[in-house]
């Protein structure tokens, strides 16, 4: 069965701390990997991520792909308090699926 | 561009009764997928639709829920006779095409009393 494993379930850091959320999965037919921010409301879209080894960066947030080993990281420097949420990580199968992890609860404390 | 809609945000039931949950995909967007979350747990998905048609409905629970993509209006998510296990954040999501992204509504949180 297709799952997607994110670690850890929770972080509770300081403003101006670094984070890294780590997302590992097994999918039978992987297309991309996809990390977004729930806070109250709509899962807001952060980053697709398609091919290993390419990072991508949005701001203070960067993540990267290891098709490899199967696992994705998320990460966050400077963190604000604007930053607490939860942080899902999906991965896309071939029949346009989206399969979610548990997400990552963080809390950034002033 | 509005975005995904969703509603009703917010939805009581008691048990037995019926809910309807609305979505209606952003502009061009003809791709509708409908996601579960349970307390404490992941999004799941529950069916994906294009007009008229259900594509994929490989996470529907077998019995009392529904879903259909008329030609116009609104994708609908019926729960027929429901219970508290129902009780769910239920999110809609649409994409333009395959492979090319998904925009999330803001969800319906179902509360079975």
């Known amino acids: 069965e297709d799952k997607v494993v994110q670690s850890p379930l929770s972080l509770v850091v300081h403003e101006g701390d670094t984070v890294t959320l780590n997302c590992s999965y097994e999918?039978?037919?992987?297309?991309?990997l996809l990390w977004y921010k729930q806070e109250k409301k709509a899962p807001t879209f952060l980053f697709m991520l398609t091919s290993s080894g390419i990072e991508k960066k949005s701001g203070r947030l960067s993540s990267i792909l290891d098709k490899k080993e199967l696992f994705s990281i998320l990460n966050i420097t400077a963190t604000q308090t604007g930053d607490s949420a939860i942080y899902l990580c999906a991965v896309e199968d071939n029949t346009d699926k989206l399969i979610f992890g548990t997400g990552t609860r963080l809390q950034v404390f002033p | 561009n509005a975005g995904v809609m969703q509603n009703p945000r917010h939805l009581v039931r008691r048990r037995g009764q019926e809910a309807r949950l609305r979505c209606s995909p952003m502009k061009g967007h003809s791709h509708v997928y409908w996601y579960r979350q349970l307390p404490e747990e992941g999004l799941k998905f529950m069916v994906y639709?294009?007009?008229?048609?259900?594509?994929?409905e490989s996470g529907m629970p077998k019995e009392r829920f529904s879903a259909e993509f008329p030609k116009e209006g609104p994708s609908i998510l019926r729960i027929q006779q429901v219970v508290r296990g129902d009780s769910a954040a239920y999110f809609c999501?649409?994409?333009?095409?395959?492979?090319?992204?998904?925009?999330f509504g803001s969800g319906t949180r179902l509360t079975v009393v």
């Open positions: 999501a649409s994409s333009p095409s395959l492979g090319n992204g998904y925009t």
């Open positions: 999918v039978t037919n992987f297309r991309s």
């Open positions: 639709l294009q007009k008229e048609n259900i594509i994929d």
